[in-house]
């Protein structure tokens, strides 16, 4: 259904009364808004597909979004995108595979499009988690490009992903799960395999016994094990390789195991020898005593002379759970890689691509921390991106239409982005700069964005470690506690020669792709103890990889997805009106109302009005 007259009242009515009928899917303006069902709707499958593409169904779907971009990238020869926002649980993922199916189905043939849809099982298996939001959450952003031949057909796809969450490896709240893989390959993992990881129960490791949540209802995870190794096989990761891969995720739970043994009075420590040290070492390919080294000992340099430091207790923990944390997130970009090595295009002619975003939504917890400062400034960008786009399309239809019109004002967001990029006294900068000093703690962070910034209309310093930022959808107040740590991710030298040194392959590849980033060291502009770390700081980072996306972007026509979680508790049925009312806010649906009532409201063709207004 297309509203004639958009106001938010009728917004609001509206989508309310369609999600009462199943239909839940509803056009405002030119962005689709769709509610999740928590439920199981029957609008999909190939007979839904076959009326999409013959045109005898027009009413709101993701199928007809991913129809007028399969159609726009033919005729006018420009790539396409498909940008899916919202926030945790609302369905970003299911319609981003619900889309995928639709252009599978039309551009398939080749073989290639099962391949692509298989990528998603591997990506959940190794990137999503139970969370008190969603029992399937994504703990990363995705973008995967889909190539199409010049006669139409899939030929390929590339997929990149943003910031995954990796501190869920090692931490993870009560109620809450660590990534899907873990708990898969300990329920599902062949007698053989699990001899040979040595694997024990899921409650039995440390890392996973901290939450207290070992299954999900409805779901059989050595069921979904098989089907991560069949989605393996079909993307081409051999046998070899996927022994690789287990054997690094059970090094990972081992780890969380290694204890130590306090051997002074000042509280330095060497790691105990017991099963759990004997694992690692035998399962990454290194000596007990190369193990021991890593964790419990650190090099230094001062003042020129090399020295070598005792790790305490806590120290060596941290070093620990640091090495777990980088051996996850190595092996989920190894696999991404290897994944795109098996979707590449390669030398086959491409001809135009349909990308499909799947990013985190903007979050407004009770406690918001770095994840969510990376989150939402990731949102405000792609926001301007959105307004842009959709204010530009208001002005060349009234060009078109040869309507006399004034200048349609809208919110820019230009300043609250100014206020996260700008250099030298920025959020990001400034962040970057603090974390360089040693000395520097989640105060003296909190203390300067108060002196440089608190004559931002978008800052506002708040008592002891906090500060809001005005966001486009709302007020959000951060604790930086954390946030230096967070953003340093410091991984030492030791343990990358460490993973180097390992006897195993897959080890040895990490340590090489970790050594190329940190020689790069030379751009990064504040880092004067970074000899003994590593890299990009991680806001950097992703600033980098938002850059590169949104120019991407900015070459594609877009068509937005917005998706609605009517109810927190994951159930079908429940539309709670306030909620989604603070939902189409944060996402700009009531902006593009705005805009569209600023500029000509209603919009009819010359028959209708005609017909309703003639005498
Ligand atoms: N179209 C749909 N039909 C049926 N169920 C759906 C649909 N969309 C979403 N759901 C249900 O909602 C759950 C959450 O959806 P999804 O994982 O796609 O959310 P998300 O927005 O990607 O969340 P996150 O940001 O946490 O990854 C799904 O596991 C599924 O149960």
């Known amino acids: 259904m297309q509203l004639s007259y958009l ?23 030119p962005v689709l808004v769709a509610v999740n069902p928590f439920k199981k709707v029957a609008l999909y499958g190939n007979e839904y597909i076959k009326a999409y593409r013959n045109k005898t169904m027009d009413s709101p779907h993701v199928y007809a979004i991913a129809d007028s971009a ?33 252009l599978a189905s039309l551009g398939g043939g080749s073989g290639i499009e099962y391949e692509i849809l298989q990528t998603n099982p591997i990506l959940e298996a190794f990137g999503n988690a139970k969370t008190l939001r969603n029992d399937n959450s994504s703990r990363f952003g995705k973008l995967i490009e889909i190539h199409f031949s010049t006669t139409g057909r899939i030929c390929g796809a590339m997929i990149q992903t943003f910031l995954l969450e990796k501190s869920r490896v090692v931490q993870c709240a009560v109620g809450e799960r660590s990534y899907h893989i873990f708990y898969q390959l300990c329920a599902g993992a062949p007698t053989t395999l699990r001899e040979k990881l040595n694997l024990k129960k899921v409650d039995e490791y440390k890392y996973l016994k901290q939450s207290c949540c070992y299954s999900i209802a409805g779901v059989d995870d050595a069921e979904m094990f098989r089907a991560v190794t069949e989605a393996m096989n079909i993307v081409h990761i051999s046998k070899e390789d996927q022994d690789n891969v287990f054997a690094m995720v059970s090094a990972v739970l081992w780890l969380g195991d290694v204890s130590f ?26 000596s007990i005593e190369d193990l021991n080294l890593v964790l419990s000992k650190r090099h230094m340099k001062v003042n020129n002379e090399n020295i070598v ?25 190894w696999l991404v890689e290897q994944i795109n090595k098996s979707l590449s295009v390669g030398k086959r002619r ?3 691509s349909i990308s499909i975003l799947d990013i985190y939504g903007f979050e407004s ?44 004002e809208f919110e820019d967001n230009q300043d609250c982005l100014n206020l996260f990029e700008k250099k030298p006294l920025g959020l990001l900068s400034l962040l970057d700069e603090e974390s360089t000093f040693p000395n520097a703690t989640d105060l003296t962070f909190a203390n300067k964005l108060k002196q440089h910034l608190d004559t931002n209309s978008c800052f506002r310093g708040e008592r002891g470690k906090a500060f809001t930022v005005r966001h486009y959808a709302g007020e959000v107040a951060y604790d930086t506690s954390g946030f230096l740590e967070k953003n340093r991710d410091l991984l030492h030298m030791d343990s990358i020669q460490f993973l180097a040194k390992c006897k195993l392959s897959i080890p040895q590849t990490f340590a090489s792709k970790m050594l190329a980033q940190s020689d790069n060291l030379e751009s990064i502009p504040y880092r004067p103890s970074v000899a003994d770390s ?51 806010k944060c996402c700009g649906v009531l902006e593009v109302v705005r805009i569209s009532r600023s500029g000509y409201p209603t919009r009819m063709t010359h028959q209708k009005f005609a017909r309703r207004h003639s005498c």
């Open 350 to 352: 491409t001809g135009r």
């Open 7 to 29: 106001s938010e009242p009728s917004v609001l009515y509206n989508l309310q009364y369609r999600y009462s009928q199943d239909m839940i899917y509803t056009k405002a303006g």
């Open 70 to 102: 399969l159609r726009e990238m033919k005729s006018d020869e420009v790539n396409q995108s498909i940008i899916i926002s919202g926030e945790s649980g609302a369905g970003k993922t299911e319609t981003a595979k619900i889309a995928m199916q639709y």
């Open 261 to 286: 043994t306090i051997i002074d009075n000042e509280n330095h420590v060497e790691i105990t020898v017991e099963e759990a040290a004997e694992t690692v070492s035998r399962l990454l390919g290194c």
């Open 309 to 333: 430091q005792k790790l305490t207790l806590t120290q060596a923990t941290d070093t620990r759970d640091a090495l777990a944390k980088a051996l996850y997130a190595s092996l989920f970009e």
């Open 534 to 584: 590593q890299k990009l700081s991680v806001a950097m980072k992703f600033k980098g990889q938002l850059f590169q996306l949104m120019q991407r972007l900015e070459s594609t026509t877009p068509h937005f997805i917005r998706c609605i979680k009517p109810n927190n508790l994951q159930l079908p049925a429940i539309y709670g009106q306030e909620l989604v009312l603070q939902q189409l």
């Open 365 to 408: 917890f009770d406690k918001n921390s770095f994840e969510q400062f990376c989150i939402n400034y990731a949102n405000e960008r792609l926001q301007q991106h959105f307004n842009r786009h959709l204010f530009k399309l208001e002005q060349e239809e009234y060009v078109e239409d040869g309507i006399d019109w004034a200048k349609v």
